[in-house]
């Protein structure tokens, strides 16, 4: 029983029923030695009358076919189509494989002795036919007593049996009790370096994911804002500003209608509380607060862009300490506000916020303020000049604008000490390649371990030149630390640039003195004498303090207690406006004071000095 497809052979003439015409291998006509013999054999090798197969299908080659003499049906295919057998389908099989080995043996037998005594060439050519016949039957008997013990599945010895009549390869039968339906050991290694190499993909992916997304959350959120309408323009001198009415609401992304930006008026600041809800680091020195309602909703101010907020904290109890921060964020962004804040080592506030303040903290806010506006109603282009953290005005100007789709020429000239201290590289970039109008110009120098390959050093009249067409009849917005703006103004005059086209940030870092108006100065006559002193009231307080003539209201709320809020304290923040009830004033710098609410009585009270009366404040 070496191979199951010899085992099926079923014999030479079972073989020959299934192509007509070829069943012997003898000269057509010849006779036949044995015709007695043969078809005994031929009979005794189909079950007796009335059972459902042949034992030999084709055993009469007269009626050969393909089921068999007198249309019963073949062995193999009754074995194909009974892959399970009842019990008295084993019996019948065993019985059929047992005829089929005495037949055999019987052939083999008779065939053996013609073939040693015969002299005849044909004899012997018919005995080796018998032989082989002889030998099909053993092997087809063998091949049905294994099926009906059980050994060999029926189906697959059929199966291969008539695989090898087509001259096809046959299944191993041990391929037929594979470890895995089937299958071998080398196709279950491949299938399992397949799934390892398949798992190990999607664990790269999961991770380049998480990756992209750290960055994401270590940059401002690069994703489109939802786009707001213009707002009205700043007032920033000439005449009272015609009142704009607030456009109607926008629809908003979530099927709603999203709150219009609208103009806040100058004495409407708001007062309170917002929640640290995450702090990103931008540079070594730089830091990103990410401030919340507590309540959640959307932030309880409107502000434009370039306006800043004032900031008090308490790093000693019962005596606070207040700075003011330009907002970095848009307008458009009314979930949370950004404050991007630089850590100066000998700032007190700087300090505490960078070393203590944490997420989920409170701070106490007072805003918006600020004249150093730009919402694109100003002008039709607009060049914005800055350096180290004097971006952050810079940014909130240019994310608003993105956000508006504005039409008009933007030109973003930044300077740094070092390209590891550019402050949102990775979201000006990204800017850059979206928006056509947008032309960055950045100069710094390579830090160790990153990439630069821009201008390197300051800004220059020569960078300025071949970067911005047609500079003289820009608008042009300068913020930085006082040495680069001073230099940055120089610089501007020496290109021909007016006066009236530069416009600075003058709070925090950046803050600087008004300078006096340069006049004759008399020759002393006489010794100075102390200007009569008057009174000041503060209203709100209930406290009166005494005013000399060449003291400051702001000086003179500091002196008695009473708290003005003020940042600059050179007339070009605006924070410290405050209600006039009673009395003249005189101020030296106006920049930080509408010419609307100037003519309804407000002034600033870093610059308010009395004409000689007593004033009256609401403070």
Same mark, same amino acid.
């Given at each position: 029983?070496?191979?199951?497809?010899?085992?099926?052979?079923? =014999?030479?003439?079972?073989?020959?029923?299934?192509?007509?015409?070829?069943?012997?291998?003898?000269?057509?006509?010849?006779?036949?030695?044995?015709?007695?013999?043969?078809?005994?054999?031929?009979?005794?090798?189909?079950?007796?009358?009335?059972?459902?197969?042949?034992?030999?299908?084709? @055993?009469?080659?007269?009626? !050969? =076919?393909?089921?068999?003499?007198?249309?019963?049906?073949?062995?193999?295919?009754?074995?194909?189509?009974?892959?399970?057998?009842?019990?008295?389908?084993?019996?019948?099989?065993?019985?059929?494989?047992?005829?089929?080995?005495?037949?055999?043996?019987?052939?083999?037998?008779?065939?053996?002795?013609?073939?040693?005594?015969?002299?005849?060439?044909?004899?012997?050519?018919?005995?080796?036919?018998?032989?082989?016949?002889?030998?099909?039957?053993?092997?087809?008997?063998?091949?049905?007593?294994?099926?009906? *013990?059980?050994?060999?599945?029926?189906?697959?010895? @059929?199966?291969?049996? +008539?695989?090898?009549?087509?001259?096809?390869?046959?299944?191993?039968?041990?391929?037929?009790?594979?470890?895995? +339906?089937?299958?071998?050991?080398?196709?279950?290694?491949?299938? $399992?370096?397949?799934?390892?190499?398949?798992?190990?993909?999607?664990?790269?992916?999961?991770?380049?994911?998480?990756?992209?997304?750290?960055?994401?959350?270590?940059? $401002?959120?690069?994703?489109?804002?939802?786009?707001?309408?213009?707002?009205?323009?700043?007032?920033?001198?000439?005449?009272?500003?015609?009142?704009?009415?607030?456009?109607?609401?926008?629809?908003?992304?979530?099927?709603?209608?999203?709150?219009?930006?609208?103009?806040?008026?100058?004495?409407?600041?708001?007062?309170?509380?917002?929640?640290?809800?995450?702090?990103?680091?931008?540079?070594?020195?730089?830091?990103?607060?990410?401030?919340?309602?507590?309540?959640?909703?959307?932030?309880?101010?409107?502000?434009?862009?370039?306006?800043?907020?004032?900031?008090?904290?308490?790093?000693?109890?019962?005596?606070?300490?207040?700075?003011?921060?330009?907002? %970095?964020?848009?307008?458009?962004?009314?979930?949370?506000?950004?404050? $991007?804040?630089?850590?100066?080592?000998?700032?007190?506030?700087?300090?505490?916020?960078?070393?203590?303040?944490?997420?989920?903290?409170?701070?106490?806010?007072?805003?918006?303020?600020?004249?150093?506006? +730009?919402?694109?109603?100003?002008?039709?282009?607009?060049?914005?000049?800055? =350096?180290?953290?004097?971006? $952050?005005?810079?940014?909130?100007?240019?994310?608003?604008?993105?956000?508006?789709?504005?039409?008009?020429?933007?030109?973003?000239?930044?300077?740094?000490? %070092?390209?590891?201290?550019?402050?949102?590289?990775?979201?000006?970039?990204?800017?850059?390649?979206?928006?056509?109008?947008?032309?960055?110009?950045?100069?710094?120098?390579?830090?160790?371990?990153?990439?630069?390959?821009?201008?390197?050093?300051?800004?220059?009249?020569?960078?300025?030149?071949?970067?911005?067409?047609?500079?003289?009849?820009?608008?042009?917005?300068?913020?930085?630390?006082?040495?680069?703006?001073?230099?940055?103004?120089?610089?501007?005059?020496?290109?021909?640039?007016?006066?009236?086209?530069?416009?600075?940030?003058?709070?925090?870092?950046?803050?600087?003195?008004?300078?006096?108006?340069?006049?004759?100065? @008399?020759?002393?006559?006489?010794?100075?004498?102390?200007?009569?002193?008057?009174?000041? *009231?503060?209203? *709100?307080?209930?406290?009166?303090?005494?005013?000399?003539?060449?003291?400051?209201?702001?000086?003179?709320?500091? !002196? !008695?207690?009473?708290?003005?809020?003020?940042?600059?304290?050179?007339?070009?923040?605006?924070?410290?406006?405050?209600?006039?009830?009673?009395?003249?004033?005189?101020?030296?710098?106006?920049?930080?004071?509408?010419?609307?609410?100037? @003519?309804?009585?407000?002034?600033?009270?870093?610059?308010?000095?009395?004409?000689?009366?007593?004033?009256?404040?609401?403070?």
């Amino acid at each position: 029983m070496s191979d199951m497809g010899g085992m099926m052979s079923m =014999g030479g003439d079972e073989h020959a029923s299934h192509h007509p015409g070829m069943g012997g291998m003898g000269i057509p006509g010849a006779p036949s030695s044995r015709p007695t013999e043969q078809g005994n054999m031929m009979s005794r090798m189909l079950p007796q009358a009335g059972q459902a197969l042949s034992a030999v299908p084709g @055993a009469d080659k007269a009626d !050969a =076919g393909c089921c068999g003499a007198r249309g019963r049906t073949p062995l193999y295919t009754f074995m194909m189509t009974h892959p399970k057998l009842t019990d008295a389908e084993r019996q019948m099989l065993a019985d059929i494989a047992a005829q089929r080995l005495q037949d055999g043996l019987r052939e083999v037998g008779t065939a053996s002795v013609d073939a040693t005594q015969s002299l005849s060439w044909e004899t012997m050519r018919r005995s080796s036919q018998h032989l082989h016949d002889g030998v099909a039957l053993l092997d087809s008997g063998m091949a049905a007593r294994a099926a009906a *013990t059980g050994l060999v599945n029926p189906q697959m010895v @059929a199966f291969n049996w +008539f695989t090898a009549q087509m001259g096809l390869p046959t299944i191993a039968a041990s391929q037929q009790n594979g470890l895995f +339906f089937g299958l071998t050991p080398a196709h279950l290694v491949f299938m $399992t370096i397949l799934i390892l190499v398949s798992i190990a993909l999607l664990i790269l992916q999961v991770l380049r994911l998480h990756r992209v997304q750290e960055i994401l959350t270590t940059t $401002t959120a690069f994703a489109p804002k939802p786009t707001v309408p213009p707002m009205p323009p700043s007032s920033t001198g000439g005449g009272p500003t015609p009142p704009v009415p607030p456009p109607p609401p926008v629809p908003g992304p979530g099927g709603g209608t999203a709150t219009p930006i609208v103009d806040v008026p100058r004495h409407g600041l708001w007062r309170g509380s917002l929640k640290v809800a995450r702090i990103i680091r931008e540079t070594p020195a730089i830091v990103t607060f990410y401030l919340v309602p507590a309540d959640g909703g959307r932030i309880p101010f409107d502000f434009k862009p370039g306006q800043f907020v004032q900031l008090t904290i308490e790093p000693t109890s019962g005596k606070p300490a207040s700075r003011s921060y330009t907002i %970095a964020s848009s307008p458009g962004q009314v979930e949370h506000l950004e404050l $991007t804040i630089k850590r100066e080592e000998h700032g007190l506030v700087s300090r505490y916020l960078h070393d203590t303040v944490k997420e989920g903290d409170l701070l106490k806010i007072a805003g918006p303020s600020g004249m150093f506006t +730009f919402t694109g109603e100003e002008a039709d282009s607009i060049v914005l000049l800055s =350096g180290g953290v004097g971006i $952050t005005p810079m940014m909130a100007v240019l994310r608003y604008l993105t956000d508006i789709v504005w039409p008009g020429e933007i030109y973003f000239v930044y300077s740094a000490h %070092a390209s590891i201290d550019y402050v949102f590289r990775q979201e000006i970039e990204w800017l850059e390649r979206r928006n056509d109008k947008l032309h960055v110009i950045a100069t710094m120098r390579r830090s160790p371990g990153t990439e630069w390959s821009g201008p390197e050093g300051r800004i220059t009249k020569e960078l300025l030149q071949q970067s911005v067409p047609d500079l003289t009849n820009r608008r042009i917005h300068v913020c930085g630390p006082p040495g680069m703006m001073a230099s940055m103004r120089a610089l501007l005059t020496d290109l021909g640039v007016p006066e009236a086209n530069v416009h600075s940030e003058a709070f925090g870092p950046a803050a600087m003195k008004a300078e006096p108006a340069v006049g004759p100065v @008399a020759a002393p006559s006489s010794p100075a004498v102390t200007p009569a002193a008057t009174t000041i *009231t503060f209203s *709100t307080s209930g406290k009166s303090a005494p005013l000399q003539l060449d003291e400051t209201v702001l000086d003179a709320a500091d !002196a !008695a207690g009473v708290n003005i809020p003020s940042s600059c304290r050179s007339g070009i923040c605006g924070m410290c406006m405050t209600h006039l009830l009673q009395g003249q004033v005189t101020m030296a710098v106006e920049d930080g004071l509408d010419p609307a609410d100037k @003519a309804k009585g407000f002034i600033l009270a870093c610059q308010a000095k009395t004409t000689g009366g007593p004033l009256v404040v609401e403070a």
